[in-house]
């Protein structure tokens, strides 16, 4: 794929020359700030985390793909983020640490690739450098960056994908493709929209006929293995998370909530990207430039644009993780935006310096201000959740019960990893039976009307609710409750989760 070509010398004259420097040596202390920003909350750890850490250590210890011991499941989005934890378990290292190291890793190494593509799209190392900025300065980005999820690394391989677009090396990118599905299963669209880019840009049938012969076995290669265990494993290669997000049912009023929650999670920290991005790309047009070579520019966009309905035509409960592999680009054309006004307009440097650092400040501030009011107060609420309630509830369950003892629980991440002891969990991640359970009614309505014993009876039930002790019955007796200060970004009001022991 061709694009831009580099800036003639005519256009760099009047840049000074400090420009050069900042652009050369800038960049190590932007990724510095970022890893230490994250590194300072290294210890916010989501119990989606401590399911990937069971599933990796059950593995490495023989008790195959599963969370509970000996029982096969497929309850991770990312099965290669298992076996990256896995890999460095069995080298003798502390699976948490592995996770949240790799991830901290793959973070900022998503920093430098942001200024690569960057550069491949617009080809000038100052705006390549800025929509670096704009990236390592996102809070959604800052929060899951070190948390041990396949976040990061979704992130990473997806830029990979685009880079390598750009370069003209479709076999590679149809591969990373297939990374890419084994950490976020929306990656089989990306493989499908560069099958579809490199069509658009050759329309050749002889020619998109060779490259899928090479193409589809190079993504194949990857996937299939995994497909293949899954199928004959799980019964589908689709993993069970699907169901658990997901909105049971389908109608306007689910498409507006997911469509409502996309936007507000992108314009909480990319309101004024998205906002130039819109101008630049009407300055393109009004500039009547041809559609193929506009298209070539913004042939990430189309990824973007397929993420978002894909969540909304799921019924997928939306959370800003979800949407982290289409912020970076959308930074990037934000200042993608800011390069197609200084063409439009002819501006001279001076104002097109201006007009990116604007952009920059307004950026960063919105960001720091969601950061430090909203970001940084839930992440230590959680915290402090995840150690002083749950933690402990698993402990006793460690210490008080025997092995085989069956747990019911909303959350099985921490509780499942610290107790050792088989959980099931209200959403269906382990038991896809139980989704089915709680079809058509809500969580606090299920748990009410014991819609989990149409599954199993279990020993011990772990209720989270905005009352402690709401369920309390003879043949449910309260062993434990606990205060959990800030279980979601948007729920700033305390939950309680109840440990109670089933009396039969």
Same mark, same amino acid.
């Given at each position: 794929m061709s694009n831009s070509t580099e800036n003639t010398p005519e256009e760099l004259k009047d840049r000074h020359p400090l420009w050069s420097t900042v652009v050369r040596f800038g960049f190590i202390p932007v990724v510095v700030v970022f890893y230490v920003t994250v590194a300072l909350h290294f210890d916010y750890t989501p119990d989606d985390t401590y399911i990937y850490l069971k599933y990796a250590k059950n593995l490495v210890e023989g008790a195959g793909f599963s969370f509970n011991d000996g029982e096969p499941s497929s309850g991770v989005t990312g099965p290669l983020w298992v076996f990256l934890i896995a890999a460095g378990t069995a080298g003798g290292l502390d699976p948490y640490v592995v996770a949240k190291t790799l991830d901290l890793l793959f973070a900022s190494l998503s920093i430098f690739l942001v200024y690569v593509l960057a550069y491949a799209i617009m080809r000038d190392r100052i &705006?390549? &450098?800025?929509?670096?900025?704009?990236?390592?300065?996102?809070?959604?980005?800052?929060?899951?960056?070190?948390?041990?999820?396949?976040?990061?690394?979704?992130?990473?391989?997806?830029?990979?994908? &685009?880079? /390598?677009? /750009?370069? #003209?090396? /479709?076999?590679?990118?149809s591969l990373v493709s297939g990374l890419l599905t084994l950490v976020r299963p929306e990656g089989a669209m990306l493989f499908a929209l560069v099958q579809i880019d490199y069509g658009f840009l050759k329309r050749d049938p002889v020619a998109v006929r060779r490259m899928a012969l090479r193409s589809i076995p190079a993504y194949l290669v990857i996937l299939a293995p995994w497909v293949?265990?899954?199928a004959l494993t799980f019964g589908t290669p689709l993993p069970n998370t699907f169901g658990a997000k997901s909105i049971s049912s389908f109608s306007l009023d689910t498409v507006l909530f997911v469509a409502g929650s996309e936007a507000k999670i992108v314009l909480a920290t990319q309101a004024v990207s998205l906002t130039v991005l819109i101008l630049g790309f009407a300055a393109?047009?009004?500039?009547?430039?041809?559609?193929?070579?506009?298209?070539?520019?913004i042939f990430p966009l189309f990824w973007v644009l397929a993420l978002f309905l894909f969540y909304v035509s799921t019924n997928i409960q939306v959370v800003s993780r979800y949407l982290l592999p289409a912020t970076p680009i959308i930074a990037i054309f934000g200042i993608w935006g800011v390069k197609k006004i200084q063409e439009f307009w002819k501006l001279e440097w001076r104002? *097109?310096?201006?007009?990116?650092?604007?952009?920059?400040?307004?950026? *960063?501030?919105?960001?720091? *201000?969601? /950061?430090?009011?909203?970001?940084?107060?839930?992440?230590?609420?959680? @915290?402090?959740?995840?150690? #002083?309630?749950?933690?402990?509830?698993?402990?006793?369950?460690?210490?008080?019960?025997?092995? #085989? @003892? @069956?747990?019911?629980?909303?959350?099985?991440?921490?509780? #499942?990893?610290?107790?050792?002891?088989?959980? &099931?969990?209200?959403?269906?991640?382990? @038991?896809?039976?139980?989704?089915?359970?709680?079809?058509g009614v809500s969580y606090e309505e299920g748990m009410k009307e014991r819609r989990y014993e149409s599954v199993l009876i279990p020993d011990y039930v772990v209720d989270r609710s905005d009352r402690p002790e709401r369920l309390a019955a003879p043949d449910l007796v309260p062993v434990m409750t606990r205060e959990f200060p800030s279980i979601a970004l948007t729920k700033t009001e305390p939950v309680y989760y109840t440990l109670y022991k089933s009396v039969r």
């Open positions: &705006f390549a &450098f800025v929509s670096a900025c704009m990236v390592a300065a996102d809070s959604w980005i800052l929060r899951w960056a070190g948390s041990g999820m396949e976040t990061s690394l979704g992130v990473l391989l997806t830029l990979l994908v &685009f880079w /390598y677009v /750009y370069r #003209g090396e /479709y076999v590679v990118a293949v265990y899954a393109a047009v009004r500039r009547r430039l041809p559609w193929a070579a506009l298209r070539i520019e104002w *097109t310096v201006t007009l990116l650092m604007t952009m920059l400040l307004l950026s *960063t501030a919105q960001n720091v *201000t969601v /950061y430090s009011t909203a970001v940084i107060p839930h992440m230590r609420g959680f @915290t402090e959740g995840m150690n #002083g309630c749950l933690r402990p509830i698993g402990y006793w369950l460690r210490e008080n019960t025997p092995p #085989g @003892t @069956t747990v019911l629980t909303p959350d099985i991440g921490m509780l #499942g990893y610290v107790s050792e002891r088989r959980l &099931f969990d209200t959403a269906g991640l382990v @038991t896809p039976e139980m989704k089915k359970a709680f079809s």
